[in-house]
């Protein structure tokens, strides 16, 4: 059995200990046997939109160049130069045709290749010339970018498993491919990187921790439809992938109301997706999504445009996240203006939900200093439902499972629950279906 998870169906219940999110071991042991063996997100397509832009960026602790390289081709480096292992790229980004090292010199195109020393006559003619470095695997799908640094693990259409029909849901949201949005949020919270992946799909605590949010919107709608809430349902995509799913509402639950300008716009846009994929596809498209892709890309496409949120592990105590947002670039400016005001009023650094969820994950980990004490989490919350809430955990239940298959090898048995409602289920069409 493991020493950190019960899971007993017959009770039922489920159980977390609290060393996982302080023991530097179990840190250690996430390094090695969960960022070394799965697929990592790194960026998307959008941001390096012309040949030879870069970014840089972390992934699974390493230093890596995100780049598109002369031929339009999206690629991925290891920064380190393989002369003396200086970082080759200081900058967060930028345009450039060369890749060159200030500690030495050495200079590389965006392709990986070697193109100059300095002093080149120092070294003999069968001089074995190093390229830069990649990570194992470079895969891509709908224009999210993922890496492995495991040579052996499976392809990435398999790893997603159930998790790319919402990757779906989210890109078919444009008829020109949806973009990030210039600029990023980054921000550090001090508490184990498990608590917010947790929290990214936790609808418990919703209603209660964002209090204001809420009666902000009741002040701006004068009432609210909470089908988004009740409604919400809990979905396992396998591979330790999950994702809540909400239902469509019309009341506005999430977000300000809509000028008439970008409502008619917005109306507009849906009743053309309905003709390219069909009714069932699109009233999906017209709920919520709180997904995460195990282990650490968060998506969660809730108030007017999807967060796109990578967590990155620092120490047992201290996590630092980086955000972005994805939106249609086709729509008009109006929409466009109120989507990012509404987008920032929740999501943003000075909104009204990213700092009360900090606050909590703070005061959890400040907590865990009596883990002897108290050594259990409870995340039993619908595990006797037929079908699971979008405020009941069986999403952060089946992502522990996956962290305690890996990282204590006993694989534990997925729950049983019964079919979702149709609503949540319904398949894109293909345009030959709809001729």
């Not at 290891?78 to 050495?106: D, K, V």
């Not at 209603?207 to 919400?232: I, P």
């Not at 909104?351 to 969820?357: E, I, M, Y």
Request: charged share 25%.
């Amino acid at each position: 059995m493991s020493e950190y998870v019960i899971d007993d169906r017959e009770m039922p219940r489920f159980l977390v200990n609290r060393q996982a999110m302080v023991d530097p071991d179990v840190f250690a042991a996430e390094r090695e046997q969960i960022f070394d063996h799965s697929w990592l997100y790194v960026g998307h397509e959008t941001e390096v939109p012309k040949p030879n832009d870069y970014k840089t960026r972390t992934v699974g602790g390493r230093p890596v160049i995100f780049a598109r390289d002369a031929n339009g081709a999206v690629r991925v480096w290891i920064n380190s130069c393989p002369h003396r292992g200086a970082m080759l790229c200081r900058e967060p980004q930028g345009n450039a045709r060369f890749l060159t090292c200030f500690y030495h010199g050495w200079s590389f195109s965006t392709g990986g290749g070697l193109v100059s020393i300095p002093g080149e006559d120092g070294y003999s003619d069968s001089f074995d010339r190093p390229d830069l470095a990649a990570p194992a695997k470079v895969d891509s799908y709908r224009g999210f970018v993922f890496v492995s640094f495991d040579p052996d693990i499976v392809d990435l259409h398999t790893y997603l498993a159930g998790a790319r029909e919402y990757l779906d849901l989210v890109a078919d949201q444009s008829e020109v491919g949806m973009q990030i949005i210039d600029g990023s949020h980054e921000y550090s919270v001090k508490a184990n990187w498990k608590l917010l992946v947790e929290n990214s799909y936790d609808g418990y605590h919703a209603v209660s921790t964002h209090q204001r949010y809420f009666e902000m919107m009741v002040a701006a709608h004068g009432k609210l439809d909470t089908a988004a809430l009740s409604d919400s349902i809990g979905v396992d995509l396998g591979n330790g992938h999950a994702v809540i799913v909400g239902a469509p509402t019309t009341g506005g639950l999430f977000g300000r109301p809509l000028s008439e300008v970008g409502q008619a716009e917005r109306t507009g846009r849906f009743n053309r997706f309905r003709q390219r994929y069909g009714d069932a596809w699109v009233d999906r498209m017209s709920g919520s999504r709180n997904m995460v892709i195990f282990p650490n890309l968060v998506i969660i496409d809730l108030v007017m445009g999807v967060i796109v949120r990578k967590i990155d592990p620092v120490t047992p105590d201290y996590m630092e996240v980086t955000a972005w947002h994805l939106a249609p670039p086709d729509e008009g400016p109006e929409l466009h203006r109120q989507r990012l005001d509404n987008f920032l009023t929740f999501w943003g650094p000075g909104g009204l939900a990213s700092p009360d969820d900090v606050e909590a994950l703070e005061t959890c980990q400040r907590s865990y200093a009596a883990a002897k004490e108290l050594s259990w989490s409870d995340i039993s919350r619908g595990m006797n439902r037929p079908v699971p809430l979008g405020s009941d955990e069986l999403q952060m239940r089946t992502w522990w499972r996956r962290w305690n298959e890996l990282i204590t090898g006993e694989g534990l048995p997925t729950e049983e629950h019964a079919a979702a409602d149709p609503l949540y289920t319904g398949r894109r069409l293909d345009p030959a279906e709809l001729s």
